[in-house]
């Protein structure tokens, strides 16, 4: 007989399965004992003030350690004040003796009726919060945002002119980094105490193009054992001369970024200037060598978080902590504006100024900021330049942009041509066998003709040689062991190309001088196809370089010729090492 199995059948499989007799594991479970209710503590007077001493030491902590703007335009409030309410509200709980069914529901209208007035605060917070990001939607003010940089339009060789020798900045701020670890390395009563402050700004100093920048303390440590005479010392980088100096000071810097406590910098500004917003400050020094702090103040200026732009600064002794707000900054300080603020500014009128729906489609006229920028000093103020490119394409540069990092006057000047990673990679190719790597270029106006200038750099970080491209035709390439040298060299390659006159290949006059001497040693070489004849003369160490297709009469050069020559001088005096472009020379009679 077949087996048969039926569903209810308590038998079938010996005896079966009793769901009734199933007690998840326990056949005699414990009844659970009800949660024994929490006493509130004390009188409701009590509890309040309760609630608001915990509350008021968390927001002091708090302040303390995260120093947020008490300012409506500042995210960092509102996230400070929905702390404080929960804090009280958390306090609330517990004091009141609160229990509830444990649902968000119970706990939701406790805190509704018991804690109204922060419940109130959050409800009022994300209504302007709301409200504020919709009045600085870019979408809805995409007008207001393009206006945030007013922009002229200029002639770049009209207005830009050809810059000397002693101005032109020829490190980066790594070379710069490298020169100044290396100067102090050589002082053995500071290196093993201080390290420098990453965070060079480069300035005009005394005429000069420096990057400066203060010291710090080696460790926590070190700072307790030297706090009390602060911080000795800072560092000078001239970007021509590629010299480091550490500056001492007759009484230690006592406020900076690296400090602790009450020293901080950024305690410092907090505690005197609560409701203020502020960039990161930046070093920099008076024309009398005094350290001071340039704290650029930010403010919103399109709805309450929207067209972010700077109104005046705060200015931090560095050694006494004294300070003061200047709307409009004296004019020793070189940077107010940062980099990106003045790029974004850029980015923001050139996507939005025909439109945001322009931006997205069509985008006619849009254009970007290329990725990288350099600072250059004209007429005693220091100018970001960075180039511009169209947002459809990042092949080439449509023009660039000159801004006062103090006063924020910017310049757009039409220039297509290369962008600067191409000249990069065009100057680094007239090196190949060096391995050299190109530093990002500076724009200049040599003889009328824009020009990227930069550093060639060897693997140890340091400068080796310059190059110079032609930002139009960017396959115009000179290099040279000096910039004389290189700017001679340029020159020439742009008369043979047809780019200016026979007339202009001679560098800039006043750097040019005449003397008479002795040739001692005559040494010759081909670069770019033509001849350079290497003439040392009698009591130099120096070469001067004579290029037979300019100064033909170089042929008939021999030692013990007596000749008067015009070179271009670089620096001061002429180097007891290196080589002088020469632009020519007369034989002069032996016995005169």
């Not at 001071?292 to 109104?311: A, H, M, N, Q, S």
């Not at 002794?317 to 300070?323: H, I, K, L, P």
């Not at 009469?553 to 290196?578: C, K, Q, S």
Request: charged fraction near 15%; glycine fraction near 8%.
């Amino acid at each position: 007989m077949p087996f048969t199995f039926q569903f209810g059948d308590s038998n079938a499989f010996g005896g079966g399965f009793n769901p009734e007799s199933f007690q998840g594991g326990n056949p005699n479970p414990r009844p659970r004992k009800p949660r024994k209710p929490r006493r509130a503590m004390g009188s409701p007077f009590t509890r309040t003030l309760t609630n608001l001493a915990v509350t008021l030491l968390f927001g002091l902590a708090y302040f303390y350690l995260e120093l947020p703007a008490l300012n409506l335009h500042a995210e960092e409030f509102y996230v400070f004040v929905f702390l404080l309410c929960a804090v009280y509200c958390i306090c609330a709980i517990f004091t009141s003796g609160f229990q509830g069914d444990g649902s968000v529901k119970g706990y939701f209208h406790f805190v509704r009726k018991q804690c109204a007035v922060p419940f109130l605060a959050v409800m009022a917070l994300v209504v302007i919060l709301a409200l504020g990001a919709l009045a600085s939607w870019v979408v809805l003010r995409a007008g207001s945002y393009s206006k945030l940089l007013p922009i002229q339009t200029g002639d770049f060789t009209a207005e830009v002119e050809e810059i000397s020798y002693d101005q032109i900045p020829m490190l980066d701020a790594d070379s710069a980094a490298q020169l100044g670890t290396r100067k102090l390395g050589e002082l053995a009563d500071m290196v093993s105490q201080f390290e420098i402050l990453p965070t060079y700004t480069q300035i005009n100093y005394q005429g000069r193009p420096v990057r400066v920048t203060s010291l710090r303390y080696g460790d926590l440590i070190k700072w307790f054992t030297n706090r009390s005479s602060g911080l000795p010392a800072y560092i000078i980088i001239d970007m021509v001369s590629q010299e480091a100096e550490v500056v001492r000071l007759p009484e230690g810097m006592r406020y900076t970024t690296a400090e602790h406590f009450g020293r901080n910098l950024y305690r410092h500004l907090r505690f005197h200037y609560p409701t203020m917003m502020f960039d990161e400050p930046v070093f920099e020094i008076d024309e009398a060598g005094t350290p001071f702090w340039v704290c650029p103040r930010i403010v919103r200026t399109i709805g309450l978080f929207g067209g972010v732009d700077v109104k005046g600064a705060v200015l931090v002794n560095a050694v006494t902590g004294e300070s003061e707000y200047y709307e409009q900054v004296p004019n020793w300080v070189d940077r107010l504006y940062s980099y990106d603020i003045i790029m974004q500014q850029y980015n923001f009128y050139g996507m939005y100024h025909n439109g945001f729906l322009n931006s997205m489609f069509g985008q006619k006229d849009v254009t970007v900021t290329t990725e990288g920028w350099n600072y250059i000093a004209i007429d005693d103020d220091v100018y970001m330049y960075t180039g511009v490119t169209s947002v459809t394409s990042d092949q080439s540069n449509i023009g660039f942009i000159l801004s006062n990092q103090r006063t924020k006057e910017t310049k757009f000047y039409p220039c297509a041509g290369a962008t600067e990673q191409s000249a990069q990679e065009s100057a680094q190719s007239q090196v190949q066998q060096m391995s050299y790597e190109a530093t990002f270029p500076l724009l200049l106006n040599i003889a009328g003709q824009p020009s990227y200038f930069m550093a060639l750099k060897g693997r140890d970080g340091l400068v080796k040689m310059f190059a110079m491209v032609n930002v139009q035709q960017y396959d115009v390439v000179s290099t040279g062991a000096t910039v004389a040298e290189c700017e001679s060299s340029y020159r020439q390659t742009l008369a043979h190309r047809g780019l200016i006159a026979a007339g202009e290949q001679t560098p800039a006059a006043g750097n040019a001088q005449e003397q008479d001497g002795v040739v001692t040693e005559i040494r010759s070489a081909v670069i770019g196809g033509d001849t350079h004849y290497y003439v040392r003369m009698e009591n130099s160490l120096g070469y001067l370089d004579f290029n037979a297709s300019e100064v033909p009469l170089a042929v008939l050069l021999n030692v013990r010729d007596h000749i008067r020559y015009t070179f271009v001088l670089e620096g001061a005096e002429f180097p007891e090492h290196g080589i002088v472009p020469a632009t020519g020379f007369v034989f002069v009679d032996w016995d005169n």
